[in-house]
């Protein structure tokens, strides 16, 4: 069999969760499309709709929202750890070690067992918020605040992490936010999900594992580096400069591409009609018109290799307008995409067989194995 680098278009397993076609622009979460989930749906009822199959029932839907809000606090042995991470870490180290240490709470492994996969749904998608707002309290040398009772999902994520009760617009744009990051196939961390859960490991690993590999650059990581970019460019009259050097230099655009996609993302188009409506109540974010500048000016230049704005490219500009440092963009990321990791987790637990992919062996043959003081590299000879 050829080597094909990146896995690309090679099928590694079968799904029912997500349903993307690149050339039309479309993509669906278990059958529905992604702008009727963003127009009506809320990430929880997603966050269900995703890891069980069906849009859940009234009485589902309000059991599971009450079970999350029950397990949003976090142990102060987790708040302790946080308290011991340097603050110039990087948030999604401090996430990927915190929510690895809850296997060491809960650690029966009963993968076989419903009611534990439910607990363990219902711990991450409720603590793992928590925990990103927490750090942030913490480095800034503060202690965390607990979440309240009285506010839903996005709403006391948000009022964790500022101290402030968001305004409706800006709970409801975030929360359509995570609906749109919550999954998206076999990407590189969703992939790492499903070989860690391959091996019948517990979801706490799972999940560490998959927001290790979220945090690369070319993952989820871009959308920081998007916000490094426009402000490095400056004004939009230098978009189209700073596209021909990078391109010369085959410097990477940030925000830009996407192995499924050849027309614009989807999530990006719907993401930058949230900032436009952000923007028109709250001010413009001075960087808006800089990305509109790029955009338009990349259409010649990397349109015609499929290359458009992906779901990265707009939501660094959202998340600044509602007071989310720029390190905490990916985590925010992993928030959402916990629902889409988790869904991947029990499909893999469906229907197991452990990865172990194979490789063209490109090295020595077999060698002799030469004494120390015989060998020619020696340094001091
Ligand atoms: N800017 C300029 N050229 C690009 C870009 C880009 N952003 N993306 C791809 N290309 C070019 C690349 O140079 C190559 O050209 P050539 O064939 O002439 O050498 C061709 O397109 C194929 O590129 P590739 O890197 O082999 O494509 P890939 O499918 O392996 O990579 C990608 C997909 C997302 C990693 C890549 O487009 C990229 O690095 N984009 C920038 C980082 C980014 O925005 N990542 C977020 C991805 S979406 C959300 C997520 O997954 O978290």
């Known amino acids: 069999m050829p080597l094909r680098p990146g896995l690309e278009g090679v099928p590694v397993t079968q799904s029912s969760i997500c349903d993307i ?5 479309s993509l669906k979460y278990r059958g529905y499309p992604i702008t009727e989930l963003a127009s009506n749906s809320s990430f929880l009822e997603t966050t269900f709709l995703l890891i069980w199959g069906e849009l859940p029932s009234k009485q589902e839907l309000s059991d599971f929202e009450r079970e999350v809000q029950m397990h949003r606090r976090l142990s102060f042995r987790v708040r302790d750890m946080l308290k011991c991470f340097p603050e110039s870490g990087h948030p999604m180290d401090a996430l ?9 709470f809960y650690s029966r492994r009963a993968i076989d067992d419903p009611k534990y996969i439910y607990n363990a749904v219902i711990r991450l998608v409720a603590k793992i918020p928590t925990m990103v707002a927490a750090f942030q309290l913490i480095r800034k040398g503060q202690d965390p605040i607990q979440p309240r009772d ?9 009022y964790m992490l500022t101290e402030q009760e968001p305004d409706p617009l800006s709970a409801k744009v975030f929360d359509r936010c995570l609906i749109l990051h919550a999954e998206h196939s076999l990407n590189a961390s969703t992939f790492s999900a499903r070989v860690t859960a391959s091996t019948l490991t ?3 690993a799972v999940v560490a594992s998959a927001v290790g590999t979220l945090a690369g650059p070319l993952h ?19 978009a ?10 085959k410097q990477k655009i940030m925000g830009f591409g996407h192995r499924e996609y050849r027309v614009k993302d ?9 900032g436009e409506e952000l923007f028109a109540r709250f001010g413009k974010d001075e960087m808006y018109e800089v990305a509109k500048s790029l955009e338009e000016e990349a259409i010649d230049r990397l349109g ?9 490219f707009y939501s660094g500009l959202i998340y600044r307008k509602l007071g989310i440092p720029r390190d905490l963009f990916t985590p925010v990321f992993a928030i959402s995409r916990v629902a889409g990791w988790l869904a991947h987790w029990r499909e893999q637990l469906g229907a197991n067989r452990i990865f172990r992919p194979s490789q063209i062996y490109t090295g020595m043959k077999t060698r002799t194995w030469t004494a120390l003081e015989e060998r020619p590299n020696n340094k001091d000879e």
């Open 21 to 25: 076609d690149g050339n039309q622009g």
């Open 96 to 104: 990927q070690s915190s929510a690895a240490a809850l296997g060491l």
């Open 150 to 158: 009285d506010l839903p999902y996005s709403s006391n994520f948000l």
């Open 202 to 204: 517990d979801p706490y």
């Open 220 to 238: 989820g990581g871009a959308n920081e580096d998007v916000i490094a970019m426009l402000e490095e460019i400056g004004t939009p009259h230098k």
């Open 240 to 249: 189209g400069e700073y596209l021909d050097n990078a391109i010369k230099n």
């Open 266 to 274: 989807p999530r990006a188009s719907i993401l930058q009609n949230f």
């Open 304 to 312: 015609p290799k499929g290359i458009y704005p992906n779901v990265d």
